[in-house]
C-alpha cells in the first residue's frame, strides 16, 4: 500500500490511527489486523462476525486501562474484578446467540445475565447506580466497538442501524432484569 494511500485513510477515519505530541502518525498492529479482517468481509457482514471482531477491539480498549479507570471498579477486589469480567463474557455471549438465533429465548437469556449482574453486585456491596455503571461499561463499549467494527468495514448503514436496535432490545431487557433482580435482592434483606 501506498504510504499516501494510508494517510488519506487515516485523515478520512477509515483506518485507526494515534497521533503522537509531534502530530506523527502511529498505528497499532492490532488496531490494523482487525481492520484488515473486517475489511475483507465487507461485502457480506454476518452479525455474529461483526460481534466476535467487536469483542476483540473492546478487549483492546479494556488493555488500555479504560476498565480500572472506572469508580465502581476500583472498589472490587481482584477476584471481583475476574467476576464482573465474566460477566461482560456472558453478556458478549448472550447478544451473539440471540443474533443468531433471531431473538428466540431472549427473555430468559437476559433475565440470566441481568440476575447475574445483580447479584454479582450484591455480593460485593455495590449500591444499585453502581451495578448499572458496571453493566453500561461493557454494554456502552461494546456498542461503541460494533458501529466502529461496521463503519471500518464500510458497511451499509441500514445494516448497522438494525443491529444497533437488536443490540439495544437485548440490553435493555438485561438492563430491567439487572434493576428488578437489585430491587428483589435488597427487599429480601430487611
Given at each position: 500500500m501506498h504510504p499516501?494511500?494510508?494517510?488519506?485513510w487515516s485523515d478520512k477515519g477509515i483506518l485507526p490511527v494515534h497521533r503522537t505530541q509531534g502530530g506523527h502518525?502511529?498505528?497499532k498492529r492490532s488496531e490494523v489486523a482487525l481492520w484488515v479482517d473486517t475489511s475483507r468481509a465487507a461485502h457480506q457482514i454476518e452479525p455474529e462476525g461483526i460481534i466476535q471482531n467487536a469483542v476483540k477491539s473492546v478487549r483492546l480498549k479494556i488493555a488500555e486501562g479504560r476498565l480500572e479507570a472506572e469508580p465502581w471498579y476500583q472498589k472490587l477486589d481482584e477476584?471481583?474484578?475476574?467476576?464482573?469480567r465474566q460477566s461482560a463474557h456472558s453478556m458478549f455471549q448472550g447478544l451473539t446467540r440471540f443474533l443468531a438465533s433471531n431473538g428466540q429465548d431472549a427473555a430468559?437469556?437476559?433475565?440470566?445475565i441481568g440476575y447475574e449482574y445483580a447479584s454479582r453486585a450484591r455480593h460485593y456491596d455495590l449500591s444499585s447506580?453502581?451495578?448499572v455503571r458496571a453493566f453500561l461499561f461493557f454494554r456502552n463499549i461494546l456498542i461503541d466497538s460494533v458501529l466502529k467494527v461496521?463503519?471500518?468495514a464500510n458497511a451499509h448503514a441500514g445494516q448497522a442501524i438494525e443491529l444497533f436496535h437488536k443490540m439495544q432490545e437485548f440490553?435493555?431487557?438485561i438492563l430491567t432484569s439487572l434493576?428488578?433482580?437489585?430491587?428483589?435482592?435488597?427487599?429480601?434483606?430487611?
Open positions: 499516501s494511500t494510508v494517510r488519506l502518525r502511529r498505528y477476584a471481583a474484578r475476574l467476576q464482573y430468559s437469556e437476559a433475565y440470566a447506580t453502581d451495578a461496521y463503519a471500518d440490553t435493555d431487557q434493576l428488578d433482580t437489585y430491587q428483589a435482592l435488597e427487599n429480601s434483606r430487611r
